[in-house]
């Protein structure tokens, strides 16, 4: 069971430059969301779903946009990468929310903007 | 807005000594409160929760936390440490659906 997979591991980007961050999971989970990781500030919710074609804003969305056509995959598009993006961003999924029961994360992906 | 303040930013404690990691969080309402932690190559994990009842609740590895509704803290606590317990421990408070609010992490080193 692979659980929370995500891709790549490391990207490096030039300003303005576009990239889709994949994320997908193998548990039959409704719920996923995305977080970014910095220095001092913790995990930040950036969006996330409750499933397939319902997506929400979380909050940090500016700068990023995602979509669920599917129960399984959960992309996070960078449409014009800024330098203030550079980040560790993760993500989670559960059963039906992170109320309700834990939430399991992927092993995250280290973004530079240049 | 929601917050959620962890005391300490880094923590540093030699084998067998206590160990207390502060949060307060700044909802008002009813809160679901959590503990993760990420060991160093981990992945993040959930190392405890209270939902409702007992303020005392117990999770993995020893490690214990306490809800104190009329302070807005949830403080985890380890009666004596190991190395192993090295990690960066976050508090985490969901006051609204399907949104956590994590603070920004305490690293704990512990040394033998």
């Known amino acids: 069971n692979a659980g929370v997979t995500q891709t790549p591991k490391f990207q490096v980007l030039k300003t303005g430059q576009s990239m889709t961050l994949q994320c997908a999971q193998d548990?039959?989970?409704?719920?996923m969301s995305w977080y970014r990781q910095d220095p001092g500030m913790g995990l930040r919710l950036i969006h996330y779903?409750?499933?397939?074609?319902?997506?929400d804003q979380g909050e940090v969305p500016n700068g990023y946009n995602v979509s669920r056509s599917t129960t399984e995959d959960f992309p996070l598009r960078l449409l014009s990468a800024a330098p203030s993006q550079t980040s560790v961003y993760f993500c989670?999924?559960?059963?039906?929310?992170?109320?309700?029961?834990?939430?399991?994360f992927g092993s995250g992906t280290q973004l530079s903007v240049l | 807005a929601q917050s959620v303040s962890q005391h300490n930013h880094h923590v540093i404690l030699s084998e067998a000594a206590s160990l207390e990691l502060g949060c307060n969080y700044s909802?008002?309402?009813?809160?679901?409160l959590f503990w993760y932690v990420q060991y160093p190559g981990q992945h993040l994990q959930l190392l405890l929760k209270?939902?409702?009842?007992?303020?005392l609740v117990k999770g993995i590895k020893g490690f214990e936390a306490e809800f104190i509704k009329s302070k807005f803290s949830f403080n985890l606590r380890k009666p004596s440490v190991q190395w192993s317990d090295t990690a960066e421990y976050f508090c985490?408070?969901?006051?609204?659906?399907?949104?956590?609010?994590f603070g920004a992490g305490t690293t704990v080193t512990v040394r033998a």
């Open positions: 989670a999924s559960s059963p039906r929310g992170p109320a309700q029961e834990k939430l399991f």
């Open positions: 548990m039959n989970h409704e719920y």
């Open positions: 779903s409750v499933g397939a074609g319902i997506t």
């Open positions: 909802y008002g309402g009813t809160v679901n």
């Open positions: 209270y939902f409702s009842g007992d303020p």
């Open positions: 985490a408070v969901n006051a609204a659906d399907y949104k956590l609010s």
